[in-house]
């Protein structure tokens, strides 16, 4: 069955950078593209980021770009987010979502921005 | 960015009744393709979300037939015929014809 499960959240301080992974088996990984998205209890859901299947194109919520970065590692069935200058405002659960139409969900990852 | 508004936020119900949830999206969610990939997703408490509706009307497996999903042009609806108690929980509808994705804001789903 498909699984996703993310990792590298925590507490991290302001300005600090933070990279999660997500491992995902079950499915063909190279077939699919991958997404970010975040939940936080007072904005709800939000997406964040996405990768194509080759890695060849990428695509990120306004509220990201420029500080963030997908990216996949397609022999290790993993993708990445990484996160620069975070601040409070990025404080989230974080989700790895698979496929354009964002059909699995893993179990999120929790990052606290503070110092 | 297309917005995506949801009522009612809050919708209390009675064992065994039906339930309700619009979603009303700020431009139409059909794709170049000719499809209109809106999706509905469940999420019980504590748990990730789940999607149980895609392209407005279709059930993932595994969905009880209870749900079902409706619309068309800029309005849509999920409906629940008869609410159980593990239904619980907050429902979202969102665009995957567009980018940014955007999703409504959630309507919680509670027993009376």
């Known amino acids: 069955q498909v699984q996703l499960v993310e990792s590298g959240g925590g507490v991290v301080q302001p300005g600090r950078s933070l990279t999660l992974s997500c491992a995902a088996s079950?499915?063909?990984?190279?077939?699919?593209?991958m997404n970010w998205v975040r939940q936080t209890p007072g904005k709800g859901l939000e997406w964040v980021a996405v990768?194509?299947?080759?890695?060849?194109?990428?695509n990120y919520a306004d509220s990201v770009k420029g500080r963030c970065a997908i990216s996949r590692d397609n022999s290790k069935n993993t993708v990445f987010l990484q996160m620069n200058s975070l601040s409070a405002e990025d404080t989230a659960v974080y989700y790895c979502?698979?496929?354009?139409?964002?059909?699995?969900w893993g179990q999120g990852t929790l990052v606290t921005v503070s110092s | 960015d297309v917005v995506m508004t949801q009522s009612p936020l809050s919708l209390p119900v009675t064992l065994g009744q039906p339930a309700s949830i619009s979603c009303r999206s700020s431009?139409?969610?059909?794709?170049?393709?000719?499809?209109?990939?809106l999706n509905w997703f469940q999420q019980r408490p504590g748990q990730s979300p789940r999607r149980l509706i895609y392209?407005?009307?279709n059930r993932d497996s595994g969905v009880p037939d209870r749900f079902s999903g409706s619309g068309s042009g800029t309005d849509f609806t999920l409906k629940i015929s008869r609410v159980e108690a593990e239904d619980v929980g907050v429902y979202y509808c969102?665009?995957?014809?567009?980018?940014?994705?955007?999703f409504g804001q959630g309507t919680k789903v509670e027993i009376k």
């Open positions: 990768i194509s299947n080759d890695g060849s194109w990428t």
């Open positions: 392209r407005v009307s």
């Open positions: 431009q139409s969610p059909v794709y170049s393709d000719g499809n209109t990939y």
């Open positions: 969102m665009q995957a014809s567009h980018w940014p994705r955007t």
């Open positions: 079950g499915f063909t990984f190279s077939s699919y593209s």
């Open positions: 979502v698979r496929n354009w139409q964002t059909d699995y």
